[in-house]
RNA sequence: CGGGGCGUGGCGCAGUUGGCUAGCGCGCGCGGUUUGGGACCGCGAGGUCGGAGGUUCAAGUCCUCUCGCCCCGACCA
């Protein structure tokens, strides 16, 4: 390919807004272009790019059993409505309606259509398990596209779905688990597996595949030996050594001239330890029910948990008017203890976190202005209605095995779900026949990866203040050649190169520009292809090319015989 | 949706107490001199100043509405 005549240009001026690296070089180098925020048109060379990708994550799917397809790109709505998605995705899902009116979602995933094909086969036992896939354009309608490729409203993801029973599905989750890991590793990527939360996806367990960087947004604990757990889902140690009450004492109201905040409680009741008090915070969920968090003081809530626990999908802290309004509460002074009989036509779940099963003579707001409860005992001052784990983790808290965690950030890559029967009970008819006989609901998974993400996380991980660098398994091409000047010796020589390395396999783009060799250099290191030749007069009177790999500094002069080879050894050594 | 910033040739920007044919750099085209880390000279093309309405003798500049973009938050596979 020449240069002079591929789509798509570099360009020296970079846009001021364009604050994510892998953004500003991946537009810089003429690799993508956006169109309206978060669409993205994927030009000559980012598609190439992009079809690596797609190329490696094919093999290893192919490679692990599983079956490429392709769904329609427009979703009758009626089977988002079988698994009540419609509203629940509402924020997301893009739908579109035909000159009939028929309604269409534009999928943003595709578990409902790859269950509705599913179930118009009559499935045996036999033919169990079984995974397929597609590489298809997903439509989200997010609030906010941000950092180029790393957050779009549209985006090409990979999405496979298996169907097994349930017996066999541990060994599906692990056979994706393994080809995701072996997927990143030839693209280049190292991954951190970390359990994660579903989301609206709906299962019980899922795992992401995070690439460490500063502009992710996955925020994830690890405590460097086997936890590795997204902030949605991870827990700790909640064990601390402060002094701990064994005496239950009487609940008492005692005055309270204090701020709102937890530090003003505390230094009001010192020495108690922050340990000792109780943190209350309210919201109000999708059903308007009002959920009453209580934790520890020195804990935070963790709404992902709590919205588990609480069996609802949304929260929204509520605001001080209706605190008072509709608990007869007083923000800042909340309480569990009597909160209950003041409610105002709102249902109110007490949700209890763990960490006050041990809290003996508590400390909180007693529902009024300036009143503090001291003494507070769960169970015999207030009865929560769940108690579970609801504390958001932090660095510095210990995990489960006595290890201090630490707080990563990271672009989550790709994700696996255990899916179970979630979808298989809300959609009629998605059963196998059993070996008896008998009809049986299918046990699911689904394994999803980002192209376009997992492009915008190896620009991110692979650059440097001069550009991209791409690993060899992604790049457009492996090969660069500068030919500098006019000479016809270099020409010749070039024409030669190009064709020897072109027959060879090699992928060669040629810069053939009649532009200054400051401008190739430049350019060349900004586009990031693994390997620079160059040919002059100065390399041919060296006695051959000059060829550099693109992380390196020095070049070295190769007679063009022995380039292949040199070339072979050279590229070893690339990423 | 809340907070902040911003829309002026392809890109980056200047121009706002209203006033002349709306500028600059990069890029693009032509001619020439150059040729190993983004050269230089000359000539040239390219803009209904995001859009609509209004005020005015006069609007890029003031007013109203509107569309869009970026950053932070809320939300999110």
């Not at 409505?81 to 924020?91: H, L, P, S």
């Not at 596209?145 to 957050?151: E, I, S, T, Y």
């Not at 202005?369 to 958001?392: E, G, Q, S």
Request: glycine fraction near 8%.
């Amino acid at each position: 390919m020449k240069y002079s005549k591929l789509f798509g240009r570099t360009s020296k001026t970079e846009g001021s807004d364009l604050k994510v690296t892998s953004h500003r070089l991946l537009t810089q180098a003429g690799y993508i272009r956006e169109s309206v925020a978060g669409r993205y048109f994927l030009l000559p060379l980012g598609l190439k790019v992009h079809q690596k990708i797609s190329e490696i994550v094919k093999k290893h799917m192919d490679t692990a059993g599983a079956q490429e397809m392709v769904s329609p790109v427009l979703h009758p709505m009626e089977l988002w409505r079988e698994t009540n998605r419609d509203n629940a995705a509402g924020y997301e899902l893009m739908q579109i309606a035909d000159r009939r009116g028929a309604e269409f979602a534009l999928g943003g995933t595709g578990e409902e259509m790859f269950v509705d094909v599913v179930r118009k086969f009559n499935i045996s036992y036999r033919d169990l398990p079984f995974n397929i896939y597609q590489f298809g354009n997903k439509y989200r309608d997010e609030l906010r596209a941000r950092g180029g490729l790393l957050r779009v409203r549209e985006f090409v993801m990979k999405d496979a779905y298996s169907f097994s029973t349930e017996q066999q599905f541990e060994a599906e989750y692990q056979n994706m688990m393994d080809t995701y890991t072996r997927i990143f590793k030839e693209i280049g990527l190292s991954t951190s597996i970390a359990e994660a939360d579903g989301g609206y996806i709906g299962g019980d367990y899922c795992h992401e595949f995070i690439v460490d960087a500063d502009v992710g947004e996955s925020v994830y604990f690890t405590d460097g030996g086997e936890y590795i757990a997204h902030e949605d889902v991870a827990v700790f140690d909640k064990s601390h050594s402060d002094e701990v009450h064994t005496e239950l004492a009487d609940l008492t109201i005692v005055d309270a001239d204090r701020g709102t905040t937890m530090d003003d409680g505390l230094k009001l009741h010192a020495p108690a330890p922050m340990t000792r008090h109780i943190k209350n915070v309210v919201y109000i969920n999708e059903r308007q029910e009002i959920v009453l968090a209580c934790i520890r003081g020195d804990l935070d809530v963790n709404e992902t948990k709590l919205q588990k626990a609480a069996d609802c999908h949304h929260l929204t802290p509520l605001a001080e008017e209706q605190i008072a309004e509709w608990m007869g509460s007083k923000a800042g002074f909340i309480s569990a203890v009597g909160v209950r009989e003041t409610t105002n036509g709102h249902k109110l779940a007490i949700v209890a976190d763990n960490s006050l099963e041990g809290l003996v003579n508590g400390i909180s707001g007693a529902n009024q202005d300036k009143k503090d409860y001291i003494n507070i005992n769960m169970a015999r001052d207030f009865t929560p209605d769940i108690v579970a784990d609801i504390a958001l983790a932090r660095a510095g808290y210990t995990s489960t095995d006595g290890k201090e965690l630490q707080e990563r950030v990271g672009i989550e890559v790709g994700n696996i779900f255990q899916l179970g029967y979630h979808y298989t009970d809300l959609m009629d008819g998605a059963t196998y026949t059993d070996e008896d006989g008998t009809q049986k609901n299918l046990y699911m998974g689904c394994y999803g990866i980002g192209i376009g993400r997992t492009m915008a996380a190896i620009a991110e991980v692979y650059s440097d203040d001069n550009g991209l660098v791409w690993p060899l398994a992604v790049a457009p091409y492996q090969v660069y050649i500068a030919s500098l000047g006019d000479d016809s010796a270099v020409l010749e020589l070039t024409e030669s190169v190009y064709s020897d390395l072109t027959s060879a396999g090699y992928e060669v783009l040629h810069d053939d520009r009649d532009v200054r060799p400051g401008e190739k250099f430049a350019d060349a290191d900004l586009l990031g292809i693994p390997v620079r030749i160059v040919v002059s007069g100065r390399s041919i009177e060296a006695g051959g090319v000059e060829i550099k790999l693109r992380p390196d500094k020095d070049s070295q002069i190769v007679p063009s015989a022995n380039l292949e080879k040199t070339l072979k050894k050279e590229l070893k050594r690339h990423i």
